[in-house]
């Protein structure tokens, strides 16, 4: 995953942007984790100030700046050696990333490629593939000889693209996804406009006593706070996953979030 730094058409760090309750990157590293049920690597340029991350994601400096994103790729796909065989690399500015697609483009790798690119909407999408960590080596070889783009690294491996079709005949990512909406991404600030104008995404909220609800939100707090519920007083579990008190986790499109009341060890919340 890579952390852009300060955009000169945004004005500021693409990776800070609020987004919902998070940033863009808090919501997009969160997102990644839940798809690849694995460690997560943010890299960065050299001394960059991120915003608040995930507490288990990993961060790791890129050791050649201005190199482009075949380096990020590189550096993260090498922080990831012996962790993971296969990676999921994007960007940060994909607000609409959802699970569905992530798990489904990374599930193409089971049949034997190097590389899972979807070619959707029109559009190659090298930041939002696919990758065998095993690749670190030759994308770090590919950089050390200036050959930057990912069109370099492509030819060098065995390269599975996704069309819209393609990726669309998985009926969940059809149901949830269906624009294949996870691979916008906002380049100026007008994008991020209308972005933010879009609605949250619409989830199914249980808690105790109380049949499911459909709201709008894109976090748990916002989803407790949409159905008139104290989060503060509350532990939330996405789909049945583990329960958690971060009220910055990421919904996406189709989640049922479960709340219940917090009873802390000890018996008090002091």
């Not at 104290?230 to 008190?245: I, Q, S």
Request: charged share 20%; glycine share 10%.
């Amino acid at each position: 995953m890579l952390a852009g730094g300060r955009s000169a058409r945004m004005g500021t760090s693409k990776a800070a942007l609020e987004w919902h309750g998070s940033t863009l990157l808090y919501r997009t590293a969160a997102i990644v984790a839940r798809a690849a049920g694995g460690p997560v690597v943010v890299v960065r340029a050299r001394g960059q100030e991120l915003p608040a991350l995930p507490a288990a994601v990993t961060v790791v400096d890129d050791p050649r700046e201005g190199k482009g994103p075949v380096q990020g790729i590189a550096a993260g796909l090498a922080a990831l050696a012996g962790l993971a065989e296969a990676a999921f690399v994007t960007s940060t500015d994909l607000p609409f990333l959802h699970p569905a697609f992530v798990a489904r483009v990374l599930r193409e790798l089971e049949n034997g490629p190097d590389v899972a690119l979807p070619v959707a909407r029109g559009y190659q999408q090298p930041l939002a593939a696919a990758y065998r960590t095993a690749l670190a080596g030759l994308a770090g070889r590919l950089v050390a000889g200036e050959r930057l783009k990912p069109a370099f690294l492509f030819r060098e491996c065995a390269v599975t693209r996704l069309d819209d079709a393609t990726l669309l005949a998985d009926p969940v990512l059809a149901r949830l996804d269906p624009g294949l909406d996870s691979v916008l991404n906002v380049n100026t600030p007008a994008d991020y406009q209308a972005a933010r104008r879009r609605p949250a995404p619409e989830v199914t909220v249980q808690s105790p006593g109380a049949p499911g609800r459909r709201v709008r939100a894109a976090t748990a707090a916002a989803a407790a706070q949409a159905a008139g519920l104290p989060f503060a007083d509350l532990v939330a579990a996405v789909n049945g996953t583990r329960p958690t008190r971060d009220g910055r986790a990421p919904l996406a499109t189709g989640d049922t979030v479960s709340f219940r009341p917090w009873r802390p060890r000890g018996g008090c919340r002091g």
